[in-house]
């Protein structure tokens, strides 16, 4: 019975693992493309939102790779040496991503440090443009997500909360020039940069501790809640 539920399953994830790979693909395209205007308009700016912004969508960008390649890789025959098939690689790539992710957060909370006493000026207006500009990219990116198999496959739902959480990224960015611009509050750029790096931090972490999880041997929480609802059912 179990053998013949394995099977179903295996042939439904065939079926779809093509429109995820696509959807993956796109939103990567969208995320990177938006990632390098974000980190030059950032610099011409002068706004660290922006730039902290840009590193929560290398974030999701990142993390888009490493599920693509995940996909890649899983559907590779597992060899006689590699019983695991090429799982560990991404495993090992997450694990690297998530170190990245969090000295580029603590790289931006010591800017925002340093600003929080004399907060330079930013150019707000272009500041919002780009930010608005970053906003659509998101959404653009978490519709593709959602037309993938959003339901059941567990790397397209966590590109999906990644983008989510970087659409808070730009909406952040976007108040903090809307603050700068009325009211000339500068100092609202590093609050909503040191925000935005705690958000990349979380990612980081949860990135981190699920590779640690699996390079550990602990059971994967998708195999532990599967077995929980076929007891279940």
Same mark, same amino acid.
């Given at each position: ?18 429109? @995820? ?5 796109? /939103?990567?395209? !969208?995320?990177?493309?938006? &990632? !390098? ?8 700016? =002068? ?42 690689? %991404? ?5 690297? =991503? ?9 790289? !931006?909370?010591? %800017? ?25 990219? @998101? ?5 593709? $997500? ?6 059941? @496959?567990? @790397? ?10 970087? &659409? ?9 020039? &809307? $603050?700068?611009?009325?009211? =000339? ?29 699996? $390079?550990? %041997? /602990? ?10 609802? %076929?007891?279940?059912?």
């Amino acid at each position: 019975m179990g053998h013949h539920h394995d099977h179903s399953h295996g042939g439904h994830q065939h079926h779809s693992s093509g429109s @995820n790979k696509r959807a993956l693909l796109i /939103s990567l395209f !969208i995320i990177t493309a938006f &990632l !390098i205007v974000e980190v030059i308009g950032g610099f011409l700016t =002068n706004s660290l939102a922006l730039l902290s912004d840009a590193g929560h969508m290398l974030s999701d960008s990142s993390a888009l790779f490493l599920s693509l390649i995940a996909m890649f890789f899983a559907a590779r025959k597992p060899s006689a040496k590699k019983t695991y098939g090429f799982y560990r690689f %991404e495993i090992l790539a997450a694990l690297i =991503n998530g170190v990245m992710l969090v000295v580029i957060s603590l790289v !931006i909370i010591w %800017e925002a440090y340093q600003r929080f006493f004399a907060p330079p000026e930013v150019a707000s207006l272009s500041m919002m443009g780009i930010a608005f500009v970053g906003l659509l990219a @998101n959404i653009a990116a978490a519709f593709v $997500l959602m037309r993938g198999d959003y339901k059941n @496959n567990l @790397n397209i739902r966590s590109a999906f909360l990644h983008v989510l959480g970087d &659409l808070l990224g730009s909406v952040g960015a976007i108040l903090a020039g &809307l $603050l700068m611009w009325k009211f =000339n509050w500068y100092i609202a750029d590093p609050i909503i940069s040191v925000v935005v790096a705690v958000l990349i931090m979380l990612s980081a972490w949860r990135v981190t501790r699920d590779s640690v999880d699996v $390079l550990m %041997e /602990s059971t994967p929480a998708s195999i532990a809640a599967d077995q929980v609802s %076929e007891a279940l059912s």
